[in-house]
T-cell receptor
Framework: GNSVTQMEGPVTLSEEAFLTINCTYT??????LFWYVQYPGEGLQLLLK?????DKGSNKGFEATYRKETTSFHLEKGSVQVSDSAVYFC??????????FGKGTKLTVNP | GAVVSQHPSRVICKSGTSVKIECRSL??????MFWYRQFPKQSLMLMAT?????????EQGVEKDKFLINHASLTLSTLTVTSAHPEDSSFYIC??????????????FGNGTRLTVT
């Protein structure tokens, strides 16, 4: 079945550091890929998405490129801020409406 | 933007009692809502898909008689944990998709409910 594997955290960075959170997937067909973010005390919010190979999703300075050849969708940001501290979930959706999530990666950014 | 309200945010109950969790779409109609369970340091696991006006579809391994789901209107779905036990303690999250959403429309999530069974 479909599955998502993302790097385990926690990840701790200093402000303005470069961020990469790795995500790889296993799926049949051509899934859509997502990154969700969960800020402390809040629900999940869609951060960005990509629906086909080579698509790049971007939002709030975050980017991720749908790489079919490596079955990856790594999340990157060039310069993180304290306000980016949150838990980040990689997810995919195959032929149905069901989302399959990774385990989440907690990011803490220190000033 | 679309808002999903989940209530209560926290609940503590005694073993053997039942607990109801509500999930409401505040500014859109949701034909389909999803219920997830999140264990500490684990991913969100889909429990069931709730369809307005019909029976919920449960994932393999989820007891439908224990986790009762009702989706009586386009803006409300409820999850009732019946005869709760300490092992049911977890974080429950609902999500919803707008009624007229296209296939790639995003899911909107509630803030979750922390259930503790003593």
């Amino acid at each position: 079945g479909n599955s998502v594997t993302q790097m385990e955290g926690p990840v701790t960075l200093s402000e303005e550091a470069f961020l990469t959170i790795n995500c790889t997937y296993t799926a049949t067909g051509y899934p859509s890929l997502f990154w969700y973010v969960q800020y402390p005390g809040e629900g999940l919010q869609l951060l960005l998405k990509a629906t086909k190979a080579d698509d790049k999703g971007s939002n709030k300075g975050f980017e991720a490129t749908y790489r079919k050849e490596t079955t990856s969708f790594h999340l990157e940001k060039g310069s993180v801020q304290v306000s980016d501290s949150a838990v980040y979930f990689c997810a995919l959706r195959g032929g149905s409406e069901k989302l399959v999530f990774g385990k989440g990666t907690k990011l803490t950014v220190n000033p | 933007g679309a808002v999903v309200s989940q209530h209560p945010s926290r609940v503590i109950c005694k073993s053997g009692t039942s607990v109801k969790i509500e999930c409401r779409s505040l500014d859109f109609q949701a034909t389909t809502m999803f219920w997830y369970r999140q264990f500490p340091k684990q991913s969100l696991m889909l429990m069931a898909t709730s369809n307005e006006g019909s029976k919920a579809t449960y994932e393999q391994g989820v007891e439908k008689d224990k986790f009762l789901i009702n989706h009586a209107s386009l803006t409300l779905s409820t999850l009732t944990v019946t005869s709760a036990h300490p092992e049911d303690s977890s974080f429950y999250i609902c999500s919803a998709r707008a009624r007229d959403g296209v296939d790639d429309s995003p899911l909107h999530f509630g803030n979750g409910t922390r259930l503790t069974v003593t």
